[in-house]
Protein backbone atom coordinates (compact mmCIF):
# COMPACT_ATOMS: atom_id res chain seq x y z
CA UNK A 1 0.00 0.00 0.00
CA UNK A 2 1.35 3.40 -1.03
CA UNK A 3 -0.07 6.01 1.50
CA UNK A 4 0.32 10.03 0.88
CA UNK A 5 -0.38 11.93 4.38
CA UNK A 6 -0.87 15.85 3.74
CA UNK A 7 -1.06 18.59 5.90
CA UNK A 8 -4.27 20.96 4.88
CA UNK A 9 -2.49 24.45 3.28
CA UNK A 10 -1.96 27.72 4.88
CA UNK A 11 -5.11 28.91 6.97
CA UNK A 12 -6.61 32.16 7.85
CA UNK A 13 -7.89 33.21 11.34
CA UNK A 14 -11.56 32.26 12.69
CA UNK A 15 -12.68 32.50 16.08
CA UNK A 16 -13.69 28.90 15.59
CA UNK A 17 -10.86 26.85 14.60
CA UNK A 18 -13.16 24.25 12.28
CA UNK A 19 -14.02 27.11 10.20
CA UNK A 20 -11.02 28.53 9.16
CA UNK A 21 -10.62 29.18 5.43
CA UNK A 22 -7.49 28.52 3.29
CA UNK A 23 -5.43 31.79 2.73
CA UNK A 24 -4.44 32.34 -1.45
CA UNK A 25 -0.96 31.20 -0.28
CA UNK A 26 -2.67 28.71 0.63
CA UNK A 27 -4.28 27.72 -2.46
CA UNK A 28 -1.47 28.01 -4.42
CA UNK A 29 0.76 25.77 -2.33
CA UNK A 30 -1.76 23.03 -2.09
CA UNK A 31 -2.10 23.53 -6.07
CA UNK A 32 1.81 23.09 -6.73
CA UNK A 33 2.12 19.90 -4.25
CA UNK A 34 -0.49 18.19 -5.86
CA UNK A 35 0.93 19.29 -9.47
CA UNK A 36 4.13 17.59 -8.22
CA UNK A 37 2.23 14.86 -7.10
CA UNK A 38 0.53 14.45 -10.30
CA UNK A 39 3.77 14.55 -12.35
CA UNK A 40 4.81 11.56 -9.86
CA UNK A 41 4.19 7.55 -9.95
CA UNK A 42 2.34 7.80 -7.26
CA UNK A 43 -0.92 9.31 -8.11
CA UNK A 44 -3.91 8.16 -5.16
CA UNK A 45 -6.57 6.13 -6.08
CA UNK A 46 -8.88 7.70 -3.35
CA UNK A 47 -8.26 10.85 -1.01
CA UNK A 48 -9.41 10.57 2.70
CA UNK A 49 -10.24 14.45 4.58
CA UNK A 50 -10.83 15.50 7.89
CA UNK A 51 -13.98 17.14 8.56
CA UNK A 52 -12.76 20.46 9.18
CA UNK A 53 -12.86 23.10 6.24
CA UNK A 54 -9.51 24.11 5.64
CA UNK A 55 -8.72 19.77 5.00
CA UNK A 56 -12.23 19.87 2.53
CA UNK A 57 -10.80 22.83 0.27
CA UNK A 58 -7.44 21.52 0.46
CA UNK A 59 -8.80 18.03 -0.91
CA UNK A 60 -10.88 19.91 -2.82
CA UNK A 61 -7.43 21.31 -4.42
CA UNK A 62 -5.86 18.06 -4.60
CA UNK A 63 -8.49 16.06 -6.45
CA UNK A 64 -9.46 18.71 -8.86
CA UNK A 65 -5.75 18.25 -10.04
CA UNK A 66 -5.58 14.69 -9.64
CA UNK A 67 -9.22 13.96 -10.71
CA UNK A 68 -9.72 11.56 -7.66
CA UNK A 69 -12.38 11.03 -5.40
CA UNK A 70 -12.91 12.51 -1.75
CA UNK A 71 -14.33 10.32 1.22
CA UNK A 72 -14.75 12.42 4.49
CA UNK A 73 -13.59 10.80 7.60
CA UNK A 74 -14.36 11.48 11.03
CA UNK A 75 -11.26 10.04 12.95
CA UNK A 76 -8.50 12.12 11.24
CA UNK A 77 -9.08 15.66 13.05
CA UNK A 78 -6.40 17.64 14.71
CA UNK A 79 -6.37 15.57 18.09
CA UNK A 80 -7.97 12.26 16.97
CA UNK A 81 -6.05 9.11 17.83
CA UNK A 82 -3.77 8.02 15.05
CA UNK A 83 -4.39 4.44 15.91
CA UNK A 84 -8.00 4.59 14.92
CA UNK A 85 -7.08 5.21 11.48
CA UNK A 86 -4.41 2.74 11.35
CA UNK A 87 -7.17 0.21 12.07
CA UNK A 88 -9.35 1.78 9.20
CA UNK A 89 -5.82 1.03 7.40
CA UNK A 90 -6.02 -2.67 7.79
CA UNK A 91 -9.21 -2.76 6.40
CA UNK A 92 -8.64 -1.77 2.90
CA UNK A 93 -7.87 -3.61 -0.09
CA UNK A 94 -4.38 -4.51 -0.80
CA UNK A 95 -2.84 -2.13 -3.43
CA UNK A 96 -4.97 0.52 -3.32
CA UNK A 97 -2.79 4.11 -3.11
CA UNK A 98 -4.50 6.04 -0.67
CA UNK A 99 -4.22 9.97 0.33
CA UNK A 100 -5.05 11.58 3.82
CA UNK A 101 -5.55 15.46 3.57
CA UNK A 102 -5.62 16.46 7.87
CA UNK A 103 -4.19 18.45 10.29
CA UNK A 104 -0.84 18.75 13.03
CA UNK A 105 -0.48 17.42 14.78
CA UNK A 106 -2.09 14.19 13.92
CA UNK A 107 -0.77 13.85 10.67
CA UNK A 108 2.75 13.65 12.06
CA UNK A 109 1.80 11.13 14.69
CA UNK A 110 0.38 9.25 11.95
CA UNK A 111 3.44 8.93 10.46
CA UNK A 112 5.70 8.04 12.99
CA UNK A 113 2.96 5.16 14.19
CA UNK A 114 3.38 3.88 10.62
CA UNK A 115 7.30 4.53 10.53
CA UNK A 116 8.74 4.45 13.45
CA UNK A 117 5.90 2.40 15.70
CA UNK A 118 5.44 5.44 18.30
CA UNK A 119 3.08 8.66 18.52
CA UNK A 120 5.53 11.22 19.58
CA UNK A 121 4.78 12.48 15.66
CA UNK A 122 6.90 15.03 13.33
CA UNK A 123 6.12 18.96 12.10
CA UNK A 124 4.78 19.23 8.71
CA UNK A 125 4.83 22.26 6.72
CA UNK A 126 1.17 23.57 5.88
CA UNK A 127 0.54 21.92 1.60
CA UNK A 128 3.31 19.10 2.82
CA UNK A 129 2.53 15.83 2.24
CA UNK A 130 4.91 12.41 2.35
CA UNK A 131 4.72 9.12 0.56
CA UNK A 132 4.88 6.10 2.71
CA UNK A 133 5.80 2.93 1.19
CA UNK A 134 3.38 -0.01 3.27
CA UNK A 135 4.50 -3.68 2.00
CA UNK A 136 2.43 -4.59 5.34
CA UNK A 137 -0.26 -2.39 7.30
CA UNK A 138 1.00 -2.03 10.75
CA UNK A 139 3.05 0.17 13.31
CA UNK A 140 6.69 0.56 12.14
CA UNK A 141 6.07 -1.35 8.59
CA UNK A 142 6.42 2.19 6.66
CA UNK A 143 8.95 3.50 4.41
CA UNK A 144 9.74 7.27 4.09
CA UNK A 145 9.58 7.19 0.08
CA UNK A 146 9.39 10.65 -1.10
CA UNK A 147 8.21 14.09 0.12
CA UNK A 148 6.37 16.85 -1.81
CA UNK A 149 7.27 20.23 -0.22
CA UNK A 150 5.02 23.47 -1.50
Avoid at 10 to 29: I, K, P, V
Amino acid sequence: MYLLIMRHGEAGWHSLDQQRELTEAGREQTGLVAHQIAASPWRPDLIWVSPLVRARQTAAIVAGILNCPVEEKPFITPDDDPGVCLDALLELEPGKRLMLVSHMPFVGSLATLLVDGHRRGIPFMTSQAILLDMPVTGPGCADLKAQFLP
